[in-house]
């Protein structure tokens, strides 16, 4: 099975696991990414397995990188991201990635 290519607007979701608790707050760390992050998770325990959703503000086809919303900006490997639904608000508007298959319309003048 290959993954989806994700775009800019598509809703996504992430991995995080659960690796410290302090208090009410907990850290995380991302599947692709090797940073820590810090989120309030009253009900986490270490260990646990969190699915956070984001929408796709990035991506790097280079380097494989994707950039979600979500904790913040995380950049992830794309192989890591699930897709949850492609973007369907911004088609009307086209793309300006050449080849795609509906090309940015020129502007027209107001008045």
């Known amino acids: 099975m290959t993954r989806p290519i994700v775009e800019i607007g598509d809703r996504v979701a992430v991995v995080a696991t659960v ?4 208090k009410d707050r907990v ?3 991302l599947d692709g990414n090797s940073h820590s992050y810090s989120m309030v998770e009253p009900n986490a325990k ?3 397995k969190l ?3 984001g929408e ?3 991506v790097d086809d280079d380097l494989g990188r994707t950039t979600v919303q979500v904790l913040g900006r995380v950049s992830v490997d794309t192989k890591s991201v699930e897709m949850i639904t492609r973007r369907c608000d911004l088609d009307h ?3 300006n990635v050449p080849g795609h298959p509906r090309p940015r319309t020129p502007p027209t003048p107001h008045g």
């Open 19 to 22: 690796t410290e608790r302090v």
């Open 27 to 29: 850290t995380l760390t």
């Open 46 to 48: 270490v260990g646990d």
């Open 51 to 53: 699915r956070l959703e």
């Open 56 to 58: 796709v503000v990035h």
């Open 93 to 95: 508007i086209g793309s």
